[in-house]
């Protein structure tokens, strides 16, 4: 079991729990040899040796005792795998989630986002099925067989050789018929994703469906389209089942084999009837494990693809982050912020690398309001990343009054940075608690103050239990606008003294566009404020604007010496003035 | 019974008889399997006492006949029964779709303070789909298993009577108590735990979701480590909880175990006076213990049925209170009316979605000769979103009237009013098909050559021309591989290709950045000729397109004319029109 493996790897508590399981497993089968065992002794003290109830009463009661300890024994079970399922899982709940902090933004980002979410909640859970049943039957599955078969040789060669010889080829017919059949589920588990992601479209595209009158017609393709699944799925089916057939068959048809044989011997004398009935009451519990195996299969390659999706996260190295050279030096920005000739390149899977920022120098003063313009992909997102610390220069540095940034704690660099990414995320939480994201010990007042500044406390207001209200996945959505404003309260709330704003390229409206840049310019003065501009407004108002193009700054100045000087600006504020000048 | 469980019962009556027969089979199967074991004990019985061999011949035949019939039993039931899970799965999902039907768009619509927003559809629908999925095997894990063991219970109750009134008491007491009274107990005990778990999970869920999608957020505000403690936090209380929980179903098994074994216990306790008396033969001593042992399978599978029962009536609770709205809408009983011509006229039209909520629209009036251009601007809220959706029929309104061809809208049946219009959404949907059959949803008997004139049009040909695959490259999930402009381009081909007198554009620009707007205004303008047009616009783009501009605010018309006359008048149009060009001119 590869999982296993990888498992005992991670797990600290996997051995332990490998040892109870085993253990519980023989006392099972401790307790099933036993239990047949009395049950044939009494059987045939009474039926044979025509003893009465008093003679058999001890025996009675050990039987009693029996079933009650492989009661027990199966609580116990269920007890101790879920007790490690349990562990197992939020173990790797909290190391997915490290992981992911230290592979950080860059890596969690875009369409791969859903996945890893995912992952972390489904796959994590789907372990259960491993823990739980599983693998307790895995062991159950070595164990118990095992352990009869020694009992049953001790007693009768002949049923023992039988059982021998029909064990192994259950298994090995299952594994060749199973072997092909997962193949064919796993094409079926994919079509019926996709089938349902059909479904799904349909359902989204029902407004469209019916403006161009095809809505009546849709209701036959559906229908077909599941019963023609339904038919080919079937085929496959077919086959799937076999394998569970073949175990049926082979076990019922040993079962009789077993029966008849015994059966025939005791009627020669070649056997006695108690140890004839002993094999007898051994015989489906022989099989029983293995075709309780066969059932749970499924739940496991649901676990195994589940397990696998989390070790390929926690197995991807990561880059060693540059580790500051005085330990708890305070990070501190107070005069000037340099990017002092920053290279940089994203890595493209395969060893090519693309190269984003070549040489970019650039000087922020306490005070100053820069603008940074440029086409998308002139490398203004990976500044705004380097920054914030989610990547790290290739060559060149980033300094803040002269000290390079890696020399700090990286959270305590960033604690000095307020950013206002161009898409915010809302956690599902209330308003208050988005706007303190920025600094969870604020007070209300300050929350509340911050909102202001952002001109978002008039929308505020009109929701139903005001700050307190529930926003995100299960709450209240805000518009694009809306969105932009909590995120910089949340940059505002932080107080750092760099503030990084990624504008929406979106429109906002006139007024509240207005009040935004009002606050920004309320509050430029006391701090390094960094704006990646992408609306006229912003740039006409920057104290100056540094122009990236192809990863390299190529013109810096104020607006009116830009238009003078640099071509490319020009060509870029032409296309900011069509776009905003359409009407 | 619950009426989600009636519900749910009588979407699944037409595939009754592939249930029973499953349900048939499944039981045959118990029964082939309580028969090999009878049979067995019965003839090792027998064999004791050494008779002849032809003594045991019935039972040997018996064995072998049990022992190939419980496998095929199980291969015909597993057949039987999935083939009744896929008609199931298709007669939910044509169900759902056509109980949805009449219900859209407005039924994914909320109205809030007189304004819309689209709930999550697009959650409410995934929702629905994987709750359908669900549902899909609510047959074989939650009806199958009660019935297989009502059928199980009654014979061998009736088995068991047979060797002594008292034999069949003690099977049904146990057989009772261990199919009914242990999942009903363990339903008591762990209602309020796995209620707790679910939301715990959930809570969990969506903090791992947040986490993870949030996590440049985190970062960047540095609170990994707060949010780490909180995860850990949930993660003990879900792990206390699922502990509490393995008490209760760790009980369950072991009860049920127990209780098996009891029964085959107890039976030999009373049976054994009765055959030391004689009053019973030996040889039954066996197969009762074996009998009661193998009886039992028909109980094992309930308890996840009872556990799967909530979850398939939550899945269909959520289902049903989707569908069980009022439509928004009826289709009239009539045959739609002939149009005379292609004007529109809307006369005091009054709206609000519902009595409790404030007028949306207020005396609206206008009348829209055939072939000419209204646009219709305003802030947003002002309505002007609500009284395209009432063009539509999206919804109906209370007070005024509107006519198309001088018949009123109400008359005309959805379908044939739609075929008269193409429409021009903010967002288009495409579905996860080719460019080719996007487009030719429009019109499905329409040639290559129209479909690329209509391409060409919208100018989307050439950029259809530079894909790998043309016509045939595939749009991707929601069409997710196109860009906002080029999804609206396909919007505005369609159009073309539908090719109807009258043309609705509902804000088609307003998710565009402006250089794409420009490109699809100036498609827009090609597809406007000569059609019966009504443009909303929160963007005062190519308005001397207008024949007549609408200004509405606050549900009413506070201001009509054209471009120019507006502009001189000096109200809210010429207010708007001066904002957004303060912008440019303050740059420049």
Same mark, same amino acid.
């Given at each position: 079991?590869?999982?296993?493996k990888?498992l005992?790897?991670y797990?600290k508590?996997?051995r332990?729990?490998?040892?109870?399981?085993g253990?519980?497993?023989?006392?099972?089968a401790?307790?099933?040899?036993?239990?047949?065992?009395?049950?044939?002794?009494?059987?045939?003290?009474?039926?044979?040796?025509?003893?009465?109830?008093a003679?058999?009463?001890?025996?009675?009661i050990?039987?009693?005792?029996?079933?009650l300890?492989?009661?027990?024994v199966?609580?116990?079970?269920?007890?101790?795998?879920?007790?490690?399922a349990?562990?197992v899982k939020s173990?790797?709940?909290?190391r997915?989630f490290?992981?992911?902090?230290?592979?950080?933004p860059?890596?969690v980002?875009?369409e791969?986002?859903?996945?890893?979410?995912?992952?972390s909640t489904e796959?994590?859970e789907?372990?259960?099925?491993?823990?739980?049943?599983?693998?307790?039957?895995v062991?159950?599955?070595i164990?118990?067989?095992?352990?009869?078969?020694?009992?049953?040789?001790?007693?009768?060669?002949?049923?023992g050789i039988?059982?021998?010889?029909?064990?192994?080829?259950l298994?090995?017919?299952?594994?060749?018929?199973?072997?092909q059949?997962?193949?064919?589920?796993?094409?079926?588990w994919?079509?019926?994703s996709?089938?349902?992601a059909h479904?799904l479209?349909?359902?989204?595209?029902m407004?469209?469906?019916?403006?161009?009158g095809?809505?009546?017609a849709?209701?036959?393709?559906?229908?077909?389209?599941?019963?023609?699944?339904g038919d080919?799925?079937? *085929?496959?089916?077919?086959? *799937?089942?076999?394998?569970s057939?073949?175990m049926?068959?082979?076990?019922?048809?040993?079962n009789?084999v077993? *029966?008849?044989?015994?059966?025939?011997?005791?009627?020669?004398?070649?056997?006695?009837?108690e140890?004839a009935?002993?094999v007898?009451?051994?015989t489906? @519990?022989?099989?029983?494990?293995?075709?309780?195996?066969?059932t749970?299969?499924?739940?496991s390659?649901?676990?195994?693809?589940?397990?696998?999706?989390?070790?390929?996260?926690?197995?991807?190295?990561v880059k060693?982050?540059?580790?500051?050279?005085?330990?708890?030096k305070?990070?501190t920005?107070?005069q000037?912020?340099?990017?002092?000739?920053v290279?940089?390149?994203y890595?493209?899977?395969?060893?090519?690398?693309q190269?984003a920022?070549?040489?970019v120098?650039?000087?922020?003063?306490?005070?100053?309001?820069?603008?940074?313009?440029g086409k998308?992909?002139?490398g203004?997102?990976?500044?705004a990343n380097?920054?914030?610390?989610f990547i790290?220069?290739?060559?060149g540095?980033?300094?803040?009054?002269?000290?390079?940034i890696?020399?700090?704690?990286?959270t305590?660099?960033?604690?000095l940075?307020?950013?206002?990414?161009?898409?915010p995320?809302?956690?599902?939480?209330?308003?208050?608690?988005?706007?303190?994201?920025?600094r969870?010990?604020?007070?209300? @007042? @300050?929350?509340v103050?911050a909102?202001?500044?952002?001109?978002?406390?008039?929308?505020i207001?009109?929701l139903?239990?005001?700050y @307190?209200?529930?926003?995100?996945?299960r709450?209240t959505?805000l518009?694009?606008?809306?969105?932009?404003?909590?995120?910089?309260a949340?940059?505002l709330?932080?107080?750092?003294?760099?503030l990084?704003l990624?504008?929406?390229?979106?429109t906002?409206?006139?007024?509240?566009e207005?009040q935004?840049l009002?606050?920004?310019?309320?509050?430029?003065?006391?701090?390094?404020?960094?704006?990646?501009a992408?609306?006229?407004?912003t740039?006409?108002? *920057?104290?100056r604007?540094v122009v990236?193009?192809h990863g390299?700054v190529?013109a810096?100045?104020t607006?009116?010496e830009l238009?003078?000087?640099?071509?490319?600006?020009?060509?870029?504020?032409?296309?900011?003035?069509?776009?905003?000048?359409?009407? | 019974?619950?009426?989600?469980?009636r519900r749910?019962?009588?979407?699944?009556?037409?595939i009754?008889?592939w249930?029973?027969?499953?349900?048939l089979l499944?039981?045959?199967?118990?029964?082939s399997?309580?028969?090999l074991?009878?049979?067995?004990a019965?003839l090792?019985?027998?064999?004791?006492?050494?008779p002849?061999?032809?003594?045991?011949?019935?039972?040997i035949?018996?064995?072998r006949?049990?022992?190939i019939?419980?496998?095929?039993?199980?291969?015909l039931?597993r057949?039987v029964s999935?083939?009744?899970?896929?008609?199931?799965?298709?007669?939910?999902?044509v169900w759902?779709y056509s109980?949805?039907?009449?219900?859209?768009?407005?039924r994914?619509?909320?109205?809030?303070?007189?304004?819309?927003?689209?709930?999550?559809?697009?959650?409410?629908?995934r929702?629905?789909?994987?709750d359908?999925?669900?549902?899909?095997?609510?047959?074989?894990?939650v009806?199958?298993?009660?019935?297989v063991?009502?059928v199980i219970g009654?014979l061998m109750?009736?088995?068991f009577?047979?060797?002594?009134?008292?034999f069949?008491?003690?099977?049904i007491?146990?057989?009772?108590?261990?199919?009914?009274g242990?999942?009903w107990?363990a339903?008591?005990?762990?209602? /309020?735990?796995?209620?707790?778990?679910v939301?715990?999970?959930?809570?969990?869920?969506?903090?791992?979701?947040?986490?993870v999608?949030?996590?440049a957020?985190l970062?960047?505000?540095?609170?990994?480590?707060?949010?780490?403690?909180s995860?850990?936090?949930?993660?003990k209380?879900?792990q206390?909880?699922?502990m509490?929980?393995?008490?209760?179903?760790g009980?369950?098994?072991?009860?049920?175990?127990?209780?098996?074994?009891?029964?085959?216990?107890?039976m030999?306790?009373?049976?054994?006076?009765?055959?030391?008396?004689?009053?019973?033969?030996?040889i039954?001593?066996?197969?009762?213990?074996?009998?009661?042992?193998?009886?039992?399978?028909g109980?094992?599978?309930l308890?996840s049925?009872?556990?799967?029962?909530?979850g398939?009536l939550e899945?269909?609770? /959520?289902?049903?209170?989707?569908?069980d709205?009022?439509?928004?809408?009826?289709?009239?009983?009539t045959?739609s009316?002939?149009?005379?011509?292609?004007s529109i006229?809307?006369?005091?039209?009054?709206?609000?979605?519902?009595?409790?909520?404030p007028?949306?629209?207020?005396d609206v009036s206008?009348?829209?000769p055939?072939?000419?251009c209204?646009?219709?601007?305003?802030?947003?809220?002002?309505?002007?979103?609500?009284?395209?959706n009432?063009?539509l029929?999206?919804?109906?309104?209370q007070?005024?009237?509107?006519?198309?061809?001088g018949?009123?809208?109400?008359a005309?049946?959805?379908?044939?009013?739609?075929q008269?219009?193409?429409?021009?959404? !903010?967002d288009?949907?495409l579905?996860?098909?080719?460019?080719r059959?996007?487009?030719?949803?429009?019109?499905?008997q329409?040639s290559?050559?129209?479909?690329?004139?209509?391409? /060409?049009k919208?100018?989307?040909?050439?950029?259809?021309?530079?894909?790998?695959?043309?016509?045939?490259?595939?749009?991707?999930?929601?069409g997710l591989?196109?860009?906002g402009?080029?999804?609206?381009?396909?919007a505005?081909?369609?159009?073309?290709?539908k090719n109807?007198?009258?043309l609705?554009?509902?804000?088609?620009?307003?998710n565009?950045?402006?250089?794409?707007?420009r490109a699809?205004?100036d498609?827009?303008?090609?597809?406007? !000729?000569?059609?019966?047009?009504?443009?909303?616009?929160?963007?005062l783009?190519?308005?001397e397109m207008a024949?007549?501009?609408l200004?509405?605010h606050?549900?009413r018309?506070?201001?009509?004319?054209t471009?120019a006359?507006?502009?001189?008048?000096e109200?809210?149009?010429?207010r708007m029109?001066?904002?957004?060009r303060a912008?440019?001119?303050?740059?420049?």
């Amino acid at each position: 079991m590869q999982i296993n493996k990888r498992l005992l790897q991670y797990v600290k508590t996997m051995r332990i729990y490998v040892v109870i399981v085993g253990a519980l497993s023989f006392l099972t089968a401790m307790f099933i040899i036993f239990q047949s065992h009395y049950i044939a002794a009494i059987i045939n003290a009474v039926f044979l040796q025509k003893q009465a109830l008093a003679q058999v009463t001890t025996a009675l009661i050990i039987l009693l005792c029996l079933l009650l300890g492989r009661a027990a024994v199966i609580w116990g079970n269920d007890i101790a795998t879920n007790f490690v399922a349990g562990t197992v899982k939020s173990e790797l709940r909290l190391r997915l989630f490290r992981q992911l902090l230290k592979l950080g933004p860059m890596y969690v980002r875009g369409e791969r986002s859903g996945e890893i979410a995912n992952t972390s909640t489904e796959a994590v859970e789907a372990l259960d099925a491993y823990f739980n049943q599983f693998f307790p039957q895995v062991c159950a599955t070595i164990i118990i067989p095992t352990a009869i078969l020694i009992a049953v040789f001790a007693t009768d060669l002949l049923s023992g050789i039988i059982l021998l010889v029909t064990w192994p080829i259950l298994p090995v017919f299952m594994i060749l018929i199973g072997l092909q059949a997962n193949a064919m589920t796993e094409r079926r588990w994919r079509q019926m994703s996709h089938l349902s992601a059909h479904f799904l479209d349909v359902l989204q595209g029902m407004t469209t469906l019916k403006l161009f009158g095809r809505n009546k017609a849709q209701q036959e393709t559906i229908r077909n389209m599941s019963n023609r699944y339904g038919d080919t799925t079937m *085929a496959v089916l077919r086959v *799937a089942f076999l394998s569970s057939f073949v175990m049926e068959m082979g076990s019922t048809i040993s079962n009789a084999v077993i *029966a008849v044989e015994i059966g025939l011997r005791l009627l020669y004398g070649n056997i006695p009837f108690e140890q004839a009935f002993f094999v007898l009451l051994l015989t489906p @519990e022989f099989y029983q494990p293995l075709r309780n195996l066969g059932t749970q299969f499924h739940a496991s390659m649901n676990s195994a693809a589940g397990a696998q999706r989390i070790f390929d996260i926690l197995e991807i190295p990561v880059k060693g982050q540059a580790q500051p050279t005085i330990p708890e030096k305070p990070a501190t920005l107070e005069q000037t912020l340099t990017i002092e000739d920053v290279h940089y390149a994203y890595p493209t899977g395969d060893d090519n690398r693309q190269e984003a920022l070549k040489g970019v120098s650039l000087t922020i003063q306490r005070g100053q309001k820069v603008a940074l313009v440029g086409k998308s992909g002139a490398g203004k997102s990976t500044l705004a990343n380097l920054l914030l610390r989610f990547i790290e220069p290739d060559q060149g540095a980033i300094k803040a009054d002269g000290q390079d940034i890696l020399s700090f704690k990286d959270t305590a660099w960033r604690s000095l940075v307020a950013w206002q990414p161009q898409r915010p995320y809302l956690f599902n939480t209330t308003v208050a608690d988005n706007i303190r994201l920025g600094r969870p010990e604020a007070s209300m @007042e @300050e929350v509340v103050e911050a909102a202001r500044s952002a001109n978002l406390d008039e929308f505020i207001a009109t929701l139903p239990q005001g700050y @307190e209200t529930s926003i995100g996945e299960r709450g209240t959505r805000l518009s694009g606008g809306q969105l932009q404003r909590l995120s910089l309260a949340r940059a505002l709330l932080k107080q750092s003294p760099l503030l990084l704003l990624d504008e929406a390229t979106s429109t906002l409206d006139a007024e509240s566009e207005a009040q935004v840049l009002r606050t920004i310019d309320r509050i430029a003065p006391e701090h390094f404020v960094l704006i990646i501009a992408h609306r006229l407004h912003t740039i006409s108002r *920057a104290d100056r604007i540094v122009v990236l193009d192809h990863g390299q700054v190529i013109a810096s100045g104020t607006h009116q010496e830009l238009l003078e000087q640099s071509p490319v600006y020009q060509e870029l504020i032409k296309a900011y003035e069509e776009e905003e000048a359409v009407a | 019974m619950s009426s989600p469980l009636r519900r749910l019962l009588q979407l699944a009556w037409p595939i009754r008889n592939w249930m029973l027969l499953a349900a048939l089979l499944g039981s045959l199967t118990i029964i082939s399997g309580i028969g090999l074991l009878t049979t067995s004990a019965y003839l090792i019985s027998m064999a004791a006492l050494h008779p002849d061999v032809s003594a045991l011949s019935i039972a040997i035949v018996g064995v072998r006949f049990f022992g190939i019939a419980r496998g095929s039993f199980r291969y015909l039931e597993r057949l039987v029964s999935h083939r009744a899970t896929f008609r199931l799965l298709a007669n939910l999902r044509v169900w759902f779709y056509s109980a949805l039907e009449p219900l859209m768009p407005a039924r994914l619509l909320v109205q809030k303070d007189g304004q819309q927003h689209e709930l999550r559809s697009g959650d409410l629908l995934r929702r629905a789909v994987s709750d359908i999925d669900t549902l899909q095997n609510f047959y074989i894990r939650v009806l199958a298993p009660p019935l297989v063991a009502l059928v199980i219970g009654v014979l061998m109750w009736i088995f068991f009577g047979a060797f002594g009134i008292v034999f069949g008491l003690i099977f049904i007491a146990f057989y009772l108590l261990s199919s009914v009274g242990i999942p009903w107990l363990a339903h008591l005990l762990g209602q /309020r735990v796995s209620r707790e778990m679910v939301s715990t999970q959930a809570e969990l869920e969506s903090q791992l979701v947040d986490s993870v999608q949030g996590i440049a957020d985190l970062i960047a505000f540095g609170q990994q480590e707060r949010q780490a403690q909180s995860i850990e936090r949930m993660n003990k209380k879900l792990q206390k909880l699922q502990m509490t929980a393995a008490y209760v179903s760790g009980m369950q098994g072991t009860l049920t175990n127990l209780l098996m074994n009891l029964t085959a216990w107890t039976m030999l306790l009373v049976a054994i006076p009765y055959v030391y008396r004689g009053e019973l033969s030996g040889i039954i001593l066996a197969v009762l213990v074996l009998g009661a042992l193998a009886s039992f399978e028909g109980v094992l599978p309930l308890a996840s049925s009872f556990q799967q029962l909530g979850g398939s009536l939550e899945a269909a609770r /959520r289902l049903f209170e989707i569908v069980d709205a009022r439509p928004a809408v009826q289709n009239p009983t009539t045959p739609s009316p002939t149009p005379q011509d292609h004007s529109i006229q809307v006369k005091d039209l009054s709206f609000r979605y519902e009595e409790s909520e404030p007028y949306v629209l207020r005396d609206v009036s206008f009348t829209l000769p055939r072939g000419k251009c209204l646009m219709i601007v305003g802030p947003s809220g002002s309505g002007k979103s609500t009284l395209a959706n009432l063009l539509l029929r999206f919804w109906d309104y209370q007070e005024g009237t509107m006519t198309l061809g001088g018949q009123p809208l109400q008359a005309y049946q959805q379908d044939d009013l739609y075929q008269q219009m193409s429409v021009v959404e !903010q967002d288009t949907h495409l579905f996860n098909t080719t460019i080719r059959e996007n487009l030719m949803i429009a019109r499905k008997q329409a040639s290559e050559e129209e479909m690329i004139e209509a391409a /060409r049009k919208a100018q989307l040909h050439d950029f259809v021309l530079s894909l790998p695959e043309g016509y045939d490259t595939a749009v991707g999930e929601q069409g997710l591989r196109l860009s906002g402009g080029e999804r609206q381009r396909v919007a505005i081909a369609r159009a073309f290709l539908k090719n109807t007198p009258i043309l609705l554009l509902d804000e088609p620009t307003v998710n565009l950045d402006a250089i794409t707007e420009r490109a699809v205004l100036d498609a827009i303008k090609a597809l406007r !000729q000569q059609r019966t047009t009504i443009m909303v616009t929160h963007r005062l783009a190519e308005m001397e397109m207008a024949d007549e501009i609408l200004v509405l605010h606050h549900g009413r018309i506070v201001e009509r004319g054209t471009h120019a006359s507006l502009l001189q008048s000096e109200g809210l149009y010429w207010r708007m029109w001066q904002q957004q060009r303060a912008r440019t001119v303050e740059a420049v």
